[in-house]
């Protein structure tokens, strides 16, 4: 009778044990929201080489996160350009080539600096925009003509905002950038880009060398009005 009493108690111990396991990892899981993996997403200026994911992956993990946006019309306007390596380098150097050109030679140091952050990412990814796509559109829908460069930009927007979040979310900085319009020649002939391109940002990602600052929201009662 002892000896089924111990077993008893040994078989109920692992079972509390196994089933306090599990219910811990469940409300690890039901507790990480949607809105948890929006909050990953931060700007991260200080960025590194050191990826553990592969370059394959990370193509086709943005190229999956853009695939997932909506868009006007279904029109699918957004054009992505992802650089590694040699190329995220070149498109860098190329940056500051322009910069150097456009900034007073007493700040430039500043924005070289600022520059050379960027290049020492992991990877850079461009956004364009699509004009034939748009202006065909216009010409489709005259009522709206106006309309779809918005939309376009709300587009590009979204495609941005769902790569940076799907980088945040496998534990990589990245931080937006908007040296365009004045590079966008210079980038274009050097990467063959299509004319019909627009270059609408650039978005330098890597591993996280330095944490995001703290981020001061302004009052909810500021940016919110709930009314029923």
Same mark, same amino acid.
């Not at 040994?10 to 599990?22: C, R």
């Not at 899981?29 to 990480?32: D, Q, R």
């Given at each position: 009778m002892a000896l089924l009493e111990k077993i008893g108690h040994?078989? &109920?111990?692992?079972? &509390?044990? %196994?089933?306090?396991?599990?219910k811990r990892v469940a409300e690890e $899981?039901? =507790?990480?929201t949607f809105v948890d993996h929006l909050k990953k997403r931060r700007s991260i200026y200080v960025l590194g080489k050191k990826v553990h994911y592969s370059q394959a992956y990370l193509a086709e993990l943005i @190229?999956?996160?853009?695939? *997932?946006c909506p868009s006007a019309l279904n029109s699918q306007s957004s054009?992505?350009?992802?650089l590694f390596g040699e190329s995220h380098e070149k498109f860098w150097d190329i940056v500051k080539q322009v910069q150097r050109k456009l900034v007073a030679g007493h700040v430039f140091a500043g924005t070289e600096m600022k520059i050379e952050q960027c290049a020492a990412g992991f990877g850079t990814v461009l956004f364009y =925009? %699509?004009?034939q796509i748009i202006q065909r559109l216009q010409k489709k829908i005259p009522f709206n003509a106006g309309d779809f460069p918005?939309?376009? =930009? @709300?587009?590009?927007?979204?495609?941005? #905002?769902?790569?940076? &979040?799907?980088?945040? %979310?496998s534990g990589i900085g990245a931080c937006l @950038?908007? #040296?365009?319009?004045? $590079? +966008? *020649?210079?980038?274009? +002939? #050097?990467?063959? $880009?299509?004319a019909s391109w627009l270059l609408r940002a650039q978005l330098v990602f890597g591993s996280i060398e330095q944490d995001a600052e703290l981020k001061h929201d302004p009052q909810d009662g500021e940016r919110f009005r709930i009314l029923v």
């Open positions: 040994v078989l &109920t111990s692992d079972i &509390t044990k %196994d089933f306090k396991l599990k $899981i039901h =507790e990480l @190229q999956a996160a853009v695939r *997932s054009r992505v350009v992802v =925009e %699509d004009q918005v939309w376009s =930009e @709300q587009t590009s927007g979204m495609a941005q #905002y769902a790569v940076w &979040t799907a980088l945040a %979310d @950038q908007h #040296y365009n319009p004045s $590079i +966008d *020649s210079a980038v274009a +002939d #050097y990467f063959k $880009i299509d």
